[in-house]
Structures are given as C-alpha cells and as structure tokens.
C-alpha cells in the first residue's frame, strides 16, 4: 500500500545551522508531495508540494527535491531559525481523487 | 476569506456520554476529513466524506461517527466517549483533486474524563 516514511520523532539543532528533515515513500503510482508545518497549538499549513521529478521546490527559506527514482521528498533549509520550531509532516497524494497519506511527522526543536 | 471553523475548541465529557465535534468550511471543497492528532501518532485519518450525505471510513473509525447533512458541514459523534478518545481533533477540508492541499481547522481539544 501507499506509506510515508519520516525517520525522526525529534530533530534538536542549533540555530543557524542548516536543517534536513527526511521523507521517503511508496506508491505505484504518479505522486504528489507536500510538506505541512504545525505550530504548537496551530492547525497544520501547507509549507510546500512538487510533483515534478528533480524539480526544487522553494517556499519561506525551506526547499524540497522530489526524487522519484529514490522516492525521497525530503525538506531543508539553509540557517535554522527559532522559529522554525515546528512538528512537520510529509504527506503523499497518490493519484488524482485519492486522500493524502500523511507520515508521522517530524518535531524540530532550534534552540539558541 | 476561505475557512474551516471547528466548535468547540475545547470539551470535556464525561465517560459514556455523547460528544459531537463540528466543522464548518467556506472552502466550497468537495471534501473533508476528520482526524485525530496524539504524540508519537501523527495524523490518523478516521472518516472522511466525499460530499454531502457521503461519509466513508478512515483508518481509525472504531468508536467514532460521522455526519455529512451539507457541503459546508462535517460532524464527528462519539456516542459512548472513553478516556482512549482523549485527543487533539482536527477537521480539513480539500478539492477533489488528488493534487490538492488540505485546509485544517485550528483544532478541537477533547478531554474524557
């Protein structure tokens, strides 16, 4: 079935250093990828999605790649800030008319 | 400007009895989805409706119900609340379209008690 991997519970960095949360997937099918940022007591917003292959992707400072050969969408960002301090999801649309598959998400912690 | 409102922000039940979460979106989207939001498990889908008079299972529904009377509003019931239902809901709304994103609202915090 369709899944969304993200490795990290917890990501701790220090600020200005550069940020790389990963995302990997599997589908059989042509896919689209978002990033969602969610701030403590905020509802979760659309930080980015691509569905083109090796196609950067840039929005707010954070930027993704969708590598479809490593099925990888992974999110980075050059100087972490305070507040970038985030839980962030990875999510996949498998196809058209299909429900997003979210991962379990990826809390970023930045501190001083 | 486009929305999805969620009421109560805040509830607390009391074990057995009956909780309805609601939802209203101006989004004019075909879609909406109810999750629920518990540390170590991400999102977990528990229904979701296509339209309105349509509501469909999720990955979580045991225990739960749900209500689609219009395009604009999207019900999750708990008839018989338990202490394991006590979570952070959130309510989306999205387009057909499988590329499209998903519009939250801010989120229902359920204490059972």
């Known amino acids: 079935g369709d899944s969304v991997t993200q490795t990290e519970g917890l990501v701790t960095l220090t600020e200005g250093l550069p940020v790389m949360l990963n995302c990997t997937y599997q589908t059989a099918y042509s896919t689209f990828l978002f990033w969602y940022v969610q701030h403590l007591n905020e509802a979760p917003k659309l930080l980015l999605k691509s569905s083109t292959d090796n196609k950067r992707t840039e929005h707010q400072g954070f930027h993704a790649t969708l590598h479809k050969s490593s099925s990888s969408f992974h999110l980075q960002k050059s100087s972490a800030q305070l507040s970038d301090s985030a839980l962030y999801y990875c999510a996949l649309a498998p196809s058209s008319f299909s429900k997003l598959v979210f991962g379990q998400g990826t809390s970023l912690s930045v501190v001083p | 400007e486009a929305a999805v409102t969620q009421s109560p922000r805040n509830k607390v039940a009391v074990t057995g009895g009956k909780v309805t979460l609601s939802c209203n979106q101006t989004?004019?989207?075909?879609?909406m989805y109810w999750y629920r939001q518990d540390t170590g498990h991400g999102l977990r889908l528990i229904h979701y409706?296509?339209?309105?008079?349509?509501?469909e299972k999720g990955d979580i529904p045991d225990g739960y119900k749900a209500s689609r009377p219009s395009q604009e509003n999207f019900s999750l019931i708990l008839e018989l609340a338990t202490p394991s239902q006590t979570s952070v809901y959130f309510c989306?709304?999205?387009?057909?379209?499988?590329?499209?994103?998903?519009?939250f609202g801010s989120g229902t915090r359920l204490l059972v008690i």
């Open positions: 989004n004019n989207h075909n879609n």
């Open positions: 989306a709304s999205g387009d057909a379209e499988g590329n499209s994103d998903y519009t």
């Open positions: 409706s296509y339209g309105a008079g349509s509501t």
